[in-house]
């Protein structure tokens, strides 16, 4: 009976050795403990044994099957230990791996110059001001001094919608709503940036439809000087602390006196390069004092106030500040081109 009984422990151990699987384990532990298994078979053969035998086999059957369960016990802790061991190795994380970028989106650059010119004049204590795209006849020319049939109309070619209305060419009109709104209540600092509309063919520098930022100021004792700072602060806030200006007599219908400002080069610091074809000086928009007609056409009284405008093209701003040199990069949106700024 010993024999059979340490044959069996051994068996079992041995074939414990080898499970490496939970079902496996508990099919062996209803195998070799279960009620169908040889140790049953023992027990029930204990019956038949003499009775002073009886005590003696019990315990040996006894040891036996704690041995027995004891190696299943420890079997079981290690599939459970690597169950676990093989679950974490499957969460680890690889920090060395790549991670994945999350795609940001990024403000077009024409935002951006828009706002950067906001900001300018939002820091001056300007209020901005939007209007309509497609404007009345009557604000985009005729109340800025360019009536019906005048030859400065032919600057900007027009895209009429009916006879009084079009898609508006500038930003002008807003001066003049502004002009109407505030007349007689407080006085004029807007800026107005915008979308703007020109019958033009689209090519290197020509686009249908652009941006400007107008500004305007009208209030009592506005002068020529107040302009002049305006516009070196826009200047060296826009292309360097370190930039001069100056300003070239021009014509524009809306100003009296109107000229065109130019930056000193940025690139050469006004020694003359390829930049400013060798003059030192790049022109970079339109600016004048307020004409007596429009002020008149707004309902203001020209002896007690003047004013002053600045007109940014804000393509032509954002091309020389960043070095571009087709204005249809700006309207393509490929965002091997946008995400350079
Ligand atoms: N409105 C002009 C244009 O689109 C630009 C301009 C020039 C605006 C001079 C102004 C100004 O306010 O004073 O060509």
Wanted: charged residues 30%; contains cysteine.
């Amino acid at each position: 009976m010993q024999e059979k009984i340490n044959l069996l422990v051994k068996k079992a151990i041995e074939e414990l050795n080898h499970t490496k699987d939970m079902n496996e384990l508990m099919l062996l532990k209803s195998k070799f403990l279960g009620k169908k298994s040889e140790f049953n078979q023992f027990m029930q053969e204990i019956k038949n044994l003499p009775n002073e035998e009886k005590p003696k086999v019990g315990q040996m059957v006894n040891l036996a099957k704690n041995e027995i369960s004891q190696k299943i016990n420890e079997v079981k802790r290690q599939i459970e230990e690597e169950q676990i061991l093989n679950q974490l190795k499957k969460e680890t994380i690889d920090i060395s791996l790549p991670g994945k970028k999350f795609p940001l989106g990024k403000k077009h650059v024409i935002t951006q110059t828009i706002e950067e010119i906001e900001d300018i004049f939002i820091g001056l204590g300007y209020e901005i001001k939007e209007g309509p795209e497609q404007e009345q006849d009557l604000y985009n020319f005729e109340m800025l001094n360019l009536p019906k049939d005048h030859p400065a109309r032919d600057m900007q070619d027009s895209l009429y919608i009916s006879e009084d209305t079009l898609l508006r060419t500038h930003t002008s009109p807003v001066q003049v709503r502004t002009l109407l709104e505030y007349v007689g209540k407080k006085p004029v600092k807007i800026i107005a940036p915008g979308r703007v509309y020109r019958k033009d063919d689209d090519d290197q520098t020509h686009s249908h439809q652009f941006h400007q930022v107008e500004a305007l100021v009208v209030d009592k004792k506005t002068s020529l000087s107040d302009l002049k700072g305006t516009l070196l602060i826009a200047a060296q806030k826009l292309f360097g602390s370190e930039r001069q200006i100056r300003l070239r007599p021009s014509y524009f219908p809306f100003t009296e006196p109107s000229v065109e400002v130019d930056v000193s080069c940025y690139v050469c610091s006004g020694k003359g390069c390829s930049m400013c074809k060798e003059t030192g000086w790049i022109e970079i928009l339109g600016a004048g004092m307020v004409n007596n007609n429009v002020l008149k056409a707004a309902g203001y009284d020209p002896d007690l106030y003047q004013g002053f405008a600045i007109g940014f093209g804000v393509e032509r701003i954002a091309m020389l500040k960043l070095g571009i040199d087709d204005i249809r990069n700006l309207y393509t949106n490929d965002l091997r081109f946008n995400s350079q700024f």
